[in-house]
C-alpha cells in the first residue's frame, strides 16, 4: 500500500511524544499523593487484575456490560493489529504477510471479524446513550448524550471503517488474499473501479487511520478515556482487604489529620481519580443520592480528580482551589461528606475497584479532628463517647443489667468458650435488649458457654471512626484490645454487625487476631451441628429479610441469616428487590444513626415502601440499627401492623 514515509514518520514522533508528555504530567500528579503499600502479595494482585479488569467481572454484573466487554477485548486484540499497522507505515518493508501462511490468515479473519463486532458494539453504545440512556449516566456536570463520549465514539467507528475499506480496496486490487469476510464483502462493491481510484481509496484510508490512531492515543489521558490506561492498573493495585477499614493515625505534635487538601491523599487514592470510567453504577446505587441528599460518590471521585488537575499545575503562589468548601466542580461540600452512610454500595460495584467511602472519612477526619466543623448532633455523641463510652452518655454501671435474671455471667477465661460483645445497642436500647436476651436464649439452649464483660465492656468505636472522630477511636480501640488481651478472650460473638465488623477488621490494625461471629454464623454453624433443634416452626406470614451493609457488603455475609430464617420457620424468606451485594441501606451508617436527616426523602422511608410493596406480615433484620430504622419508617408510613423481628428473636420462638 503506498504511503509517504518522509509525512508520516515526523507525525508519528511527534504523536508519540506527545503522548508520552501527557501520561507523565498525569503520573507525576499521581506521584504527589502520600506513601501507601499496595506491592504487596503480587499473585493475588495479579489474580484480581485478570478477574476485575481482563475478565470484567463487574462490568458483565449488568446486561449492558457485554457490550461493554466485546468492546473492550476487541480494542485488547486490535492493540496487534494498529501496532502492526503503525509497524508498516515507519518500515514499509514490514507486514505480517511474512509470518507463516496460517498464522497470518488466523490474524486476518481474527482482526477483521473484531473489527466488526467493534463497529456493532459502538452503535449498540450510541443508540443507547441518544435513545435508552439509565439516569445514573448522567449528574449535574456531565450528561449521556456529552459531545466527549461521542467524539470517542465516532473515533473508533472510524478506525473501524477506514480498516474495511483499507483491506477492501487492497483486496479489489489483488495485493491482498487473506480471508477477511467483512472487507471482501465491501471489496465486492468496489469492484469494476478503475485501479487508480482504488489506490486512492486504499492510500485515503490508510492516512484517515492513521491520524484518527494517532489522535485517539492523545485523546486519552487528556480525558476521561484516562482509564483506559489506568484501569487495569488501578485493579491490580486494588485493596487486598476491604476498603471499609481506613488506615489507622497517629497523634504526634504537629501533625496534620485527614485530608484538607488532594496532595495528602495517598497516590493511589489520586490514581483512583484517574481511572473513573465516569459509568454512573456508585451513583445508580448510592442510597444518599437515592434520597435526594448532596452526596453523590461519582462526583467526590470527579471532584478529587479536578482538584488534582487545577493544583497539580498551579504554582505555589497561585491560589488553591480548595478540596472541601462551597460546591463547585473540583470542591467537595460538607453536605455531601456528611450524607454518607458508609454503606459500601459505591464500592461493591465500581468496575475499576475505585475506594470511594474511604475518601470521604478522611475529608470527615480533617473536619472533625482539625476544624471541629460537623453536624451539631453529633457533639452529644463525641462528649458521651468519651465520657461514657456509649452514644447515650448512660452510666457504664447500666451495661449489664440486662442480664440479671440470667445469673452471673461474667466471662472467665478457660470456662466460657465466648465472650458475647452485646455492644451499646443491645445494652441500652430498650428494643435492642429483645434481642440480647433471645440470642442469650438461644446460646444456653445450645450449649454454649459465653459470658460479658458487664460494666468493663466500652464501645468499639465503630460510629466514631466512620464519622471521622480517630482521636476518640483510636483510645477505644486500644483499651478494647488491652482488655480482651488481659481477659484471654479467644472467640467473640456479638449480635450488631457494626461491632462485628469492627472488631473483626478494624482491630487487626490494633493487633487483635482472634475469632470474631456475628450471631447469624454462630446459630447457622449451632443448627448445622445439630445444636438447635426447633421445637415447632414458627409461622410468621409473609416475611422478608433486609441485607445489613455492614454484615453483607462489608463482610460477605448473605447466607447464615437466611439460614437462620429458613431453620426456624422451614421456608427460605422472601426478598427484597434490592438484595444481597445490591441491597439498599437502611440509613443508619457511618454515623448516621446519631444525626437528623435534613435534606431529601429519609432513606429508611424508601427501604420501608420498598417493602411494603410486596405487603409483607414480618421484616427480618440482623441488626440493631435496622431493627431501629425499619421500625421507625413503619411507623411513620403507618404501617405498625408489620412486625420487625431479629433473626435471633425468631429462633429463640421456635426452640421455646
Sequence with gaps: MPNNQLYFLPLFVIAVVAFCFSCYQRLQLVAVGASEDRFDRPGERLAGMFRYAFGQERVLARPYGLNHFALFWAFMLLLVANASFLAEGLFPSFTLSALPAPLYHALALAFDVVSLIALVSVAVALVRRLFFAPSYLGNDYTKACSGEAFLILALIATLMVAFFLLNAAQIALGTDQALRPVSGAVASLLQGMPQASLEGIASGSWWVHAVVLLLFMNLLPRSKHMHILTAIPNCYFRSLEKPNVQPRESFEAGKRFGVSEVAQ????????????????????????HNTGKPLNPRRIIHDIKVNLLENGVANSGEKQLPLIGEKAEGTSCEDALWSCTTCGACLSVCPVLIEH????????????????????????????????SNPWGIAPTERGKWANLLG??????????????????????????????????VLDKAGVTWGILGREELCCGDSVRRLGNEFVFDRMARENVAKFKEKGVMKIVTQCPHCFSTLKNDYR?????????????????????GK???????????????????????????????????????????????REENGFCCGAGGGRMWM??????????DRVNEAL?????TICVSCPYCMTMIEDGLKDQGAEKV???DIAEVMAEAIN
Design 596 to 605: 437528623e436527616e435534613q435534606t431529601g426523602t429519609r432513606i429508611n422511608h
Design 357 to 388: 467511602m474511604p475518601k470521604i472519612v478522611k475529608m470527615r477526619r480533617h473536619l472533625v479532628q482539625e476544624k471541629a466543623r460537623f453536624p451539631e448532633e453529633l457533639l452529644n455523641l463525641f462528649e458521651n463517647m468519651e465520657q461514657r
Design 265 to 288: 491523599f495517598s497516590w493511589k487514592d489520586l490514581l483512583d481519580s484517574l481511572s473513573c470510567t465516569e459509568c454512573g453504577r456508585c451513583q445508580d446505587l448510592c442510597p444518599a
Design 613 to 617: 410493596k410486596q405487603q409483607p406480615d
Design 643 to 645: 412486625r420487625v423481628k
Design 509 to 529: 490494625q490494633y493487633g487483635l487476631e482472634l475469632e470474631v461471629l456475628h450471631h447469624s454464623e454462630l446459630i447457622t454453624r449451632l443448627v448445622q451441628e
Design 408 to 441: 452471673d455471667r461474667e466471662f472467665a477465661a478457660g470456662k466460657t468458650e465466648y465472650l458475647f460483645f452485646v455492644g451499646c445497642a443491645g445494652s441500652f436500647d430498650s428494643r435492642a435488649k429483645q434481642t440480647t436476651v433471645a440470642l442469650a436464649t
Design 532 to 578: 438447635l433443634n426447633s421445637a415447632k416452626r414458627v409461622n410468621l406470614g409473609k416475611t422478608l429479610f433486609h441485607d445489613s451493609c455492614y454484615l453483607g457488603r462489608h463482610n460477605d455475609t448473605y447466607t447464615a441469616p437466611r439460614l437462620v430464617i429458613e431453620a426456624a420457620t422451614g421456608a427460605a424468606p422472601g426478598e427484597f428487590e434490592r
